[in-house]
Every structure is written in structure tokens, then in C-alpha cells.
């Protein structure tokens, strides 16, 4: 298996067939899509399993306990591809940049690609005002604060190694927070990765999960945990040297 796409799912009833149809239609690689279900509380579950019973490239786990956290150990805790993707069920990711993802991590054997949706040649619509300023001015500090040129840590639509992910655990984010956790632990690691332009389109169906109130201060938990896991790393190497 070339690829596994990841997909959190809860409460997304309305976006399934749509993205898998986009998949299906853009994708021409070995690959399967993991529908990782977190709770959902509408008929997201049953749709998935029926999906399942009649396509062979996908697969449903259940999350036994609540949070993207979670659903990301197991995607990488029962993904069966080589490299993984995470794709939000929403329809709000450019599955032509999923290509370009593709193609780059295996022709310049990378570790990891890093998307920005905020670039010059990056494409965004509907991104709602107060959300965009609250990224700019989060990703903008933590650019400055780990001397990155990256601007985009938390957008969650990225590519990695499998064997790389592992390398992370333990995963300790429980929420969005996830997606800011993994880029500045392969950052701190000094994996090989690379940046592109990648576009973004607002939800069209359904409602979104992120509470920007309820996330603040895990982000900031995140972000200090991995800048001291940072330091640590650095006084490690200095120490070995």
C-alpha cells in the first residue's frame, strides 16, 4: 500500500460521499482511506459502514476514547500505507495539492511535506475573518519563535512517512492542537521536509468542530511542550558532541 489518507470523521454525514467520490476521481495511486469515526452523534457511522461492506479501499475504526488526538494515534497506529495523509472529511483541501504532495515526498525522498495555505501562489476562500487573524498571529509567533520560515503549522492537511510518525510518539495532543504537535516534532528532530503552496476552500456542508475558545490554551501547551522538547534535544546533542 502506496498511501493511506486519513480521514477524521464526527458528525460529517452530509460531506462522506463527496469526498470519497473527489478521491476516487483524483487519485491514481495504491492507496485506502482510513475514516476514523470520533463519537459522532448522526448517522455518520452507519453511512461509513456501508461504505465499507462495498469498497475495499476503505476502511472505519471507532475512537474508544473522544478527541483528534486520539483519532491521529490510530491512524497511525492501524494505517497500512507507506506515507499518510491527513484530508478533513469537509471537502476544504485541494485533493490536486494531495497529488503534488505525493509526487514530492517520493521524488526527493522527504520525510515530510508541509502545505501553506498563505502564500503567494496559494489559493483561500471563505476562511472566516476572526479564525484568520488568530492563525496569522499564532503561526506568525511560532515562526518567530523557532526561527522557521513556516507560516501555516497549523493547517492539518500535510503528508509524512508512516515509519516517521511513529518516530513522534508519544503523541500527546487531544484535540487541533494534534496538528501543531507533529510539524514542530519533526522540526525538533531535524527530519528532512520540504514547504509548498497548497489551497484551501471554506466548508460548504455541515458544522465545524473547532471552538476557537475552547482550543487557546492548548495550543499554548503544545507550543511549550514542543519548544522544550527542543531544548532538550539541542542540550542532548551538545552533550554527545
Not at 485533493?95 to 503567494?120: H, M, P, Q
Amino acid at each position: 500500500m502506496d498511501l493511506t489518507i486519513l480521514i477524521p470523521v464526527k458528525n460529517e454525514k452530509e460531506n462522506i460521499d463527496s469526498i470519497i467520490n473527489k478521491i476516487e476521481t483524483s487519485i491514481n495511486i495504491k492507496y485506502e482511506i482510513l475514516f476514523i469515526n470520533d463519537f459522532s452523534n448522526d448517522e455518520t457511522l452507519e453511512l461509513l459502514k456501508k461504505k465499507e461492506i462495498t469498497n475495499n479501499r476503505i476502511r472505519v475504526i471507532n475512537n474508544k476514547r473522544k478527541g483528534l488526538g486520539e483519532t491521529i494515534r490510530n491512524g497511525i497506529k492501524f494505517s497500512k500505507g507507506k506515507f499518510l495523509t491527513i484530508l478533513m472529511c469537509d471537502g476544504s483541501d485541494d485533493l490536486n495539492d494531495l497529488k503534488k504532495y505525493y509526487d514530492t515526498i517520493c521524488n526527493e525522498n522527504l520525510d515530510a511535506v508541509f502545505g501553506s495555505r498563505f502564500t503567494n501562489k496559494s489559493t483561500i476562500e471563505g476562511y472566516p475573518k476572526v479564525k484568520l487573524i488568530l492563525n496569522r498571529f499564532f503561526n506568525y509567533f511560532v515562526s518567530l519563535l523557532y526561527l522557521n520560515k513556516y507560516n501555516d503549522f497549523t493547517n492539518a492537511f500535510k503528508i509524512y512517512r508512516k515509519d516517521i510518525l511513529k518516530n513522534l510518539e508519544p503523541i500527546v495532543s487531544e484535540s487541533f492542537n494534534v496538528f501543531l504537535e507533529i510539524p514542530l516534532k519533526i522540526i525538533n528532530r531535524k527530519y528532512q521536509y520540504k514547504i509548498i503552496p497548497i489551497n484551501w476552500y471554506g466548508r460548504k456542508k455541515g458544522v465545524s468542530n473547532f471552538k476557537i475558545n475552547e482550543l487557546r490554551s492548548k495550543y499554548i501547551f503544545t507550543l511549550i511542550y514542543c519548544f522544550s522538547e527542543k531544548i532538550l534535544l539541542l542540550k542532548k546533542g551538545n552533550n554527545n558532541n
